[in-house]
């Protein structure tokens, strides 16, 4: 089969080059892509993707900028707006508050706040430094705060935001003492659970954040397959990926204070996966090392099932993102420089 890239490059005197390139590939359909969009520049180093109205976020960790896309008609998404600031890095955690985003820059240590109100034109708001030094991934917002894992000195800090012209850090606590470091978080109640990644032995790691102002950890979970813990929660389940072991993991969190592991898929198919969403009785899990796009049965909790997954090595390569919104799946690669929008029931069918 035959399918068109539309790529866009932009060059110094700031024209802009736009031309179709056939590609092949055996295992693309037009019935499963619905649409794509591939910016070696606007999109480079695509590092996740967030939907909101008929808008997607990428935030591009190698193209060191937040860009958002038009997804109103998804046969044809395209570029509204590519924001790119001397205080943002490499952008990788992102949260959403109305028209307000929280961007974290891995290699600048700061949290940036930038107004959406126009999309074709965001602008900073404010920033500030979260830690003396280190790594930022991924972020995550509530009630006026952004609570952001510093992977280096391996800490939770908590950012007051209220006023987003000058956020401060309130609150800050120690993950973790050993080689690992914290990588997601996820607010539940008074909790925010925080998974690690890199170390010899990693964990879920349980925050009360209650006061924000005085954060403490409560408890940590460990298990050979444990770590990363970086999902999607639906009811008082947290669906969770770590992806240096090909694993997929189902949590218990109905007691947010005391998350149990109640199911896990360990599979070589799964390709490496380090996000993962859920809709109905399928998690959608992008494959880093896989090219793709994972699907696994969820319908017994306790047992999910590898059930397919789609590749293409080239508009795919090293998938970091994915959004699911009615039958459609929004795919984000980071070495694609890609955003492509698959039909999954066609997926699911292959």
């Not at 600031?85 to 974290?104: D, R």
């Amino acid at each position: 089969m035959f399918h068109k890239l539309l790529i866009t490059l932009t060059v110094i005197s700031g024209m802009h080059f736009v031309w179709v390139e056939d590609n092949v590939n055996a295992e693309s359909s037009p019935a499963l892509i619905v649409g794509q969009l591939v910016d070696v520049v606007r999109l480079r180093g695509t590092e996740d993707i967030f939907l909101q109205g008929d808008f997607a976020y990428l935030p591009c960790r190698e193209g060191k900028r937040l860009t958002i896309c038009s997804i109103k008609d998804p046969a044809h998404p395209k570029v509204v707006s590519s924001f790119t600031h001397s205080q943002l890095g490499e952008a990788a955690g992102f949260a959403i508050n109305g028209n307000t985003v929280y961007l974290t820059s891995m290699s600048t240590q700061r949290l940036l706040v930038i107004d959406v109100m126009d999309k074709t034109s965001p602008r900073l708001l404010g920033s500030v430094k979260v830690g003396g030094k280190g790594v930022l991934y991924k972020a995550a917002y509530r009630d006026g705060y952004c609570y952001i894992p510093n992977l280096t000195e391996k800490k939770l800090f908590i950012v007051d935001v209220h006023n987003p012209k000058q956020p401060t850090v309130v609150g800050s606590v120690s993950i973790t003492t050993e080689n690992d470091g914290p990588f997601s978080v996820m607010l539940r109640g008074d909790y925010a659970l925080v998974g690690t990644i890199f170390g010899s032995r990693n964990r879920l790691a349980v925050v009360n954040v209650k006061d924000p102002g005085q954060p403490r950890l409560v408890t940590q979970v460990f298990g050979p397959d444990i770590g990363q813990v970086s999902g999607d929660a639906v009811g008082d389940l947290y669906y969770s990926v770590y992806w240096n072991n090909n694993a997929f993991l189902i949590f218990d969190i109905s007691e947010p204070g005391h998350p149990r592991l109640q199911g896990k898929l360990v599979d070589k198919r799964l390709g490496k996966p380090n996000r993962c969403i859920v809709a109905g009785n399928r998690a959608y899990l992008p494959m880093v090392e896989g090219n793709g796009v994972a699907v696994v049965d969820i319908s017994n909790s306790r047992q999910p099932q590898f059930l397919t997954a789609y590749r293409d090595p080239v508009l795919l390569k090293k998938t970091y993102g994915v959004a699911v919104r009615g039958n459609l799946l929004f795919v984000a690669s980071r070495e694609g420089n890609s955003l492509v929008i698959l039909d999954r029931r066609v997926l699911e069918k292959k």
